[in-house]
């Protein structure tokens, strides 16, 4: 196929994504983080339905993704009149961020516009808007003309997807959803979340852009929730809403283990475990006198630099239960910031992951 045949074929697919969101349909949609299941972002009716699909609380707000007109030069954006219908007040700094990292990861929290709907906030008088940078999904959001609301296309606590089959898979009786196929994500993990709507910006979602990367480029110090806490003397600290202890999780069973201490983490599991896969770092050697008489181990090498670890992490997850393991063993990250976004939902994962899950999804 030509290219040109096959650039006419996905205009025709945005073409046929723009009629449904227009009229108050979903439509999954790649980013380069995890796929998103969006709608109208201002149509409250719409919106409810994404809530329902997904089997989310009502009250976990989400984010709006939006695209600016496409420029050759993407310093020449002008994303004033862009945020203009979002964003009740548009800081330096909030600009100084936009230029240095959008198109791309990162999501910022804004007092919101009064037009933006409560239902896309969770009743919150703040709106958090993205600006991802798949070319699939800036098309869709250019010929729309509107932001689209888009949490991961997953079931509510579930593992997030990275591929479209992914999402397939977590709404299959949902025989008419429309999913634009977009490949696998590079980054595989969420966008780092700043809140800007607040004396001073707060990290509330770490993800592959890290405060480090936004001090260097920007030189905004971008405030830890404890850091932020002391700072403003209050004795809560931000949290991003809606979070909870137990998402992204897979229904094997699954934990973290220390470095050559595979069998400390067994010995949690005293009664079935047969079948374990064991996730090893490629640059490390095998488990070598790790083993156990009574157990099958099975070696999953996963990358040992984060990015690529990330990239892979939730595809992992996704893969390893669909293959009936009793436990899934993954390594502890390293200590260092650019690993806190993959330990932030490794944590999260095994607190949620087993087949109750349900019963404690909701701390
Ligand atoms: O990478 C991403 O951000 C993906 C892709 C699809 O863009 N989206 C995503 O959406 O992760 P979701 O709904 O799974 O997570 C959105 C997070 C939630 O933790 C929510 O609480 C937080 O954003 N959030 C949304 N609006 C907020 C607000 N006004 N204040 C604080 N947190 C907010
Ligand atoms: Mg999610």
């Known amino acids: 196929m030509s290219s040109d045949s096959s650039s006419l074929q996905s205009a025709a697919v945005i073409q046929e994504a723009v009629q449904s969101l227009r009229s108050g349909g979903l439509v999954a949609f790649p980013t380069e983080t995890v796929y998103g299941l969006g709608a109208d972002a201002k149509n409250p009716e719409a919106i409810k339905k994404v809530f329902a699909a997904k089997g989310r609380p009502s009250n976990h707000p989400l984010i709006v993704h939006i695209a600016a007109p496409d420029k050759f030069d993407q310093s020449q954006v002008d994303w004033v009149p862009v945020l203009a219908p979002w964003v009740r007040d548009l800081s330096e700094d909030a600009l100084k ?35 991802p940078a798949h070319p699939l999904t800036q098309e869709l959001l250019r010929k729309f003309k509107g932001g689209i609301v888009g949490p991961s296309a997953n079931r509510f606590g579930k593992v997030s997807p990275t591929s479209a089959a992914d999402v397939r898979y977590e709404f299959e009786e949902m025989l008419d959803l429309m999913i634009l196929d977009g ?156 690993w806190d976004g993959v330990r932030d939902r490794l944590q999260r994962a095994c607190f949620g992951s087993g087949p109750s899950s349900s019963s404690h999804a909701n701390n």
Do not use: M, N
């Open 97 to 131: 961020l936009i230029h240095a990292f959008w198109p791309g990861p990162l999501t910022l929290v804004f007092k919101k516009d009064k037009s933006v709907p409560l239902e896309a906030t969770g009743g919150q008088d703040t709106v958090a808007i993205r600006a």
């Open 183 to 338: 490949g696998d994500c590079d980054v595989g993990i969420e966008s780092t979340i700043i809140d800007l709507s607040r004396d001073h910006p707060v990290l509330l979602r770490p993800g592959l852009i890290t405060p480090g990367d936004i001090l260097a480029k920007t030189g905004i110090k971008v405030y830890l929730p404890h850091e932020y806490a002391v700072l403003a003397g209050q004795s809560e600290t931000p949290v991003v809403s809606g979070s909870l202890r137990a998402h992204y999780a897979p229904t094997t069973p699954l934990r973290l283990y220390a470095s050559g201490r595979v069998l400390d983490a067994l010995s949690e599991f005293p009664d079935i475990k047969s079948r374990v896969a064991v996730a090893v770092w490629d640059s490390d050697s095998s488990l070598g006198e790790d083993g156990h008489p009574s157990v099958h181990f099975e070696e999953v090498l996963v990358p040992s630099d984060s990015v690529s670890f990330a990239s892979k992490l939730y595809r992992t997850l996704r893969d390893l239960d669909q293959q009936g393991w009793d436990l899934i063993l993954l390594p502890e990250p390293p200590v260092g910031e650019e």
